[in-house]
């Protein structure tokens, strides 16, 4: 009876409990709801986005098939070009490390190799409707390159290569020339000069072409608002370049300063005090005095600097620059067209 009784009295709590789990499952369902309708509405623009990532890619391709289409032989040339002056750097690199004391056949076929290069460029690959290499060479406005943006890129590039394989026969003269004339240090030093001016070169070639294009056609009864916005753009490029250029040309100066550095002829006074040469022990041959005054046969201290760039006495020295980079004769592939 007792537990009869309490079972009665337990029954509004049981129907309260029941009326909470409800309540609590009613919860549950809703925020599963809300979950799958957050997950779907996500899905459903991410297949937006995806679409339209989509057909974008799929119109730029016809946009470019038809570029292919209208500039076909142009965009060949200048993989051409590529092509053209890597093979060209190739060959010319075997020749530098294959043969320490080439023989006068060698020598004329790595200028011969370069010449050809260089002429079937000019003359074949880089011959493009209104690109005239002579105007780009001279630093004058190129009538492509002011046609339009792509028509600049046009004209940097085909420019560029030129100017590489012409480098690259420069350094060929310079691989060709006897020992007795120029030491393998030496020939070191002028394959980094020429390299670093044909970047130099390279840069003024590009500023002025990028200036024409920002001028556009300066029309004297143009709007004065629309020309100071191109002048704007030609001030702020050349800000731009300036920091490229004189940087460039600080590191001319240092490899021509180098050469003048290395080649200091001693007195005959420094000769006879220094009486032997302190790397062969022998009379000089061909003396000459670094910074330090120290004085060395040419053939020894070339050598010597072939190891290292101090000098051999008080090794505090050094005539070369800090950096190799392209002393060994390698041309740059990087074209740096902005």
Known sequence: ??????????????????????????????????????????????QDYLNIIWN?????????????????TLITRLIGGFMLVFYADYKFQRCVRKNENPSVLIRLRAIA????????????????????????ILLKKCDMAVESFVGTIKTIFLSIYFIKLFTILMK?????????????????????????????????????????????????????????????????????????????LITVARCLGNLTEYRIQPTAEEIE??????????????????????????KCIDSWFEKTRTCPVCRIYSPLTNST??????TSKIIEFW
Request: aromatic share 14%; glycine share 4%; hydrophobic share 40%.
């Open 113 to 136: 190799m370069s010449a050809v290069f260089c002429y079937s460029s000019s003359n074949h690959i880089f011959t493009v409707d209104n690109y005239s290499l002579k105007q780009v």
């Open 273 to 298: 005090k220094a009486e032997l040469c302190p790397i062969c022990c022998d009379q000089f041959r061909k003396p000459q005095k670094l910074k330090c005054n120290h004085v060395f046969c040419t």
């Open 325 to 330: 980079k392209y002393s060994d004769g390698t």
């Open 56 to 72: 974008v890619s799929t119109f730029f391709i016809f946009v470019f098939l038809k570029f292919l289409t209208e500039d076909f």
């Open 172 to 248: 060929s003269l310079i691989f060709a020339m006897p020992t007795g004339c120029l030491t393998q240090t030496s020939k070191s030093q002028f394959y980094q000069l020429s390299e670093f001016l044909s970047q130099t070169f390279c840069s003024f070639i590009i500023t002025v072409q990028w200036i024409h294009y920002f001028k556009g056609s300066w029309l004297i009864d143009e709007e004065i608002i629309i020309n100071w916005k191109k002048l704007c753009l030609i001030i702020g490029y050349s800000i731009f370049k300036i920091k490229i250029v004189v940087g460039q």
């Open 1 to 46: 009876m007792a537990a009869n009784t309490s079972s009665f009295f337990n029954i509004p709590q049981l129907i309260t409990n029941s009326d909470e789990s409800e309540e609590h499952d009613r919860d549950e369902e809703s925020i599963l709801q809300r979950l799958r309708h957050t997950c779907g509405t996500r899905a459903n623009d991410t």
